[in-house]
């Protein structure tokens, strides 16, 4: 309803503005030509001639009647062809701003009625201690999960490239895989193996938190959706200009539909959406790469593992 006022509103102000100056530009041919007309010589050439020049500019005045009032058709239609292209992008953005917000709505839902509903069953009557620290260890796990949410979504909206590149520095690829794999060992103590094959040591330029939680939520993707007798094993190679590091695992991987929505915000699929998280993790990822000059890609079967590769520019700085 909105975009449809604002298409109204800009096709009368784009059609008001082009006949204006249509107007203005044909008074402006009848002005020039009439002014610039020798009425002398039409006098000495006599009554004929000065019959003649009138005509002319009787002519001159129905073709530009003519040709306005073919403007009159003409430019309502082109004016509002001009507004649906100058807010097709606005209207686009709007979209995504509001999907956005539906599912930061969504997703903050569900972790404060979690802390709402344990604190208001814990005041309904007088509880053990070991009942109250239920729920307020329940309720903590809410509110990390909320505040691990907020801080994904202000990295998402907040941060710049140019931003960014102001907190960079080299960052040595391998040293930074060694914690995200010793991190997941110890946060998935009965999922399954996370293993690391390092190549030779490179170094890119970048933020080291940021291409930690990248390669880091990466990988806790795919110890989420592996069995716990799986297998997760991370790669760096370096071919020519570029730093590649790969996450394989032999989890539930995706069908090719569900892997070209992988990156976008909020997106889950539908087998996936009873495992813990908010679907931001990859649209982080992605985010991050672009802001390091990197690129990410997924390639995944349904049923046969996933394997997500990152790549950095080298560096030697």
């Not at 979209?95 to 969504?106: I, K, L, N």
């Not at 991987?253 to 070209?260: L, P």
Request: proline share 3%.
């Amino acid at each position: 309803m909105i975009f449809r006022q604002a298409t109204i509103r800009l096709t009368v102000a784009y059609t008001v503005i082009q006949l204006g100056l249509f107007a203005v530009f044909a008074i402006g041919i009848y002005t020039f030509v009439t002014g610039t007309f020798d009425f002398d010589a039409v006098e000495f050439e006599g009554e004929g001639a000065a019959v003649g020049a009138e005509q002319g500019f009787a002519l001159l005045r129905r073709a530009l009647i003519i040709f306005y009032a073919c403007l009159l058709i003409v430019v309502p239609l082109s004016s509002w062809l001009m507004a649906r292209a100058a807010l097709k992008p606005i209207k686009a953005s709007f979209e995504r701003q509001q999907q956005f917000v539906d599912g930061a709505s969504h997703e903050m839902r569900t972790p404060l009625s979690v802390i709402q509903g344990e604190l208001e069953l814990a005041l309904t009557r007088m509880r053990t201690p070991t009942e109250y620290q239920a729920a307020i260890a329940t309720s903590l796990e809410a509110a990390i999960g909320l505040t691990r949410l907020t801080d994904d979504l202000l990295k998402l909206s907040r941060t710049t490239r140019e931003e960014l590149a102001a907190t960079f520095a080299s960052v040595d690829i391998n040293t930074a895989v060694r914690e995200v794999v010793a991190r997941a060992d110890a946060a998935h103590i009965l999922g399954p193996a996370v293993t690391a094959d390092l190549g030779r040591q490179g170094r890119v330029w970048g933020s080291e938190e940021l291409i930690s939680r990248a390669i880091g939520n990466v990988v806790d993707n795919s110890v989420k959706f592996s069995e716990p007798r799986g297998a997760v094993a991370v790669t760096t190679t370096a071919v020519g200009e570029t730093l590649i590091v790969q996450v394989r695992d032999d989890g539930i991987g995706m069908t090719g539909e569900q892997a070209s929505h992988a990156f976008e915000r909020f997106w889950r699929a539908d087998d996936a959406r009873a495992t813990p998280g908010h679907g931001l993790g990859l649209a982080l990822v992605k985010q991050i790469m672009h802001a390091h000059g990197g690129s990410v890609t997924i390639d995944s079967q349904s049923g046969a593992g996933t394997t997500v590769t990152l790549r950095f520019p080298l560096t030697m700085r």
